[in-house]
T-cell receptor
């Protein structure tokens, strides 16, 4: 079991640039979650998918953020245009069943710095 | 909106000591509660998941209890080891939403 794989591990870019974060969930898992972690706000849910369908995106901060899951093995989180306040660690997690009734497995995160 | 508080924010103990981490939440109508561990530079690792109908869950040296009516959960770590050093977060789930506490940073000294 390879675990949840996120790329890149680190991203440094200038404000205004488009940023794309990628996630490969564990094979066979039906739910996928995107989180953001900062010192000030802690860990926040941005969006989650059940069976590739977005269920709750109320945590997405602004229209600059978008997420897609074109198939069961891949998801992206895009920020366009990026701003310095988007700097954070972004985590992707997956779980076997829909919703929150099963343990979530986290990737190691993408540390994003917007200059 | 669910508010989650974890006390203490940081804890330092000598190796071998038994310890308790506390988690409180404001909305007791939860479906379950998870305890996670986070190592520096890493994602979260799920340790225990307690369903709302359960009072406790055990895994090795870890025991998590849940008192839903009072909005509290505790994580008990027996015979602590330096490898237990990490940040521990609790996360109750309700209303299609899971909220995380800020965590307790645990240091176990050899």
């Amino acid at each position: 079991d390879a675990g949840v794989i996120q790329s890149p591990r680190h991203e440094v870019t200038e404000m205004g640039q488009e940023v794309t974060l990628r996630c490969k969930p564990i094979s066979g898992h039906n739910s996928l979650f995107w989180y953001r972690q900062t010192m000030m706000r802690g860990l926040e849910l941005l969006i989650y998918f059940n069976n590739n369908v977005p269920i709750d995106d109320s945590g997405m901060p602004e229209d600059r953020f978008s997420a897609k899951m074109p198939n069961a093995s891949f998801s992206t989180l895009k920020i366009q245009p990026s701003e310095p306040r988007d700097s954070a660690v972004y985590f992707c997690a997956s779980s076997r069943e829909v919703g929150y009734n099963q343990p979530q497995h986290f990737g190691d995160g993408t540390r994003l710095s917007i200059l | 909106k669910q508010e989650v508080t974890q006390i203490p924010a940081a804890l330092s103990v000598p190796e071998g000591e038994n310890l308790v981490l506390n988690c409180s939440f404001t909305d007791s109508a939860i479906y379950n509660l998870q305890w996670f561990r986070q190592d520096p530079g890493k994602g979260l690792t799920s340790l225990l998941l307690i369903q709302s109908s359960q009072r406790e869950q055990t895994s090795g040296r870890l025991n998590a209890s849940l008192d839903k009516s009072s909005g509290r959960s505790t994580l008990y770590i027996a015979a602590s080891q330096p490898g237990d050093s990490a940040t521990y977060l609790c996360a109750p789930y309700n209303n299609n939403d899971m909220r995380f506490g800020a965590g307790t940073r645990l240091t176990v000294k050899p």
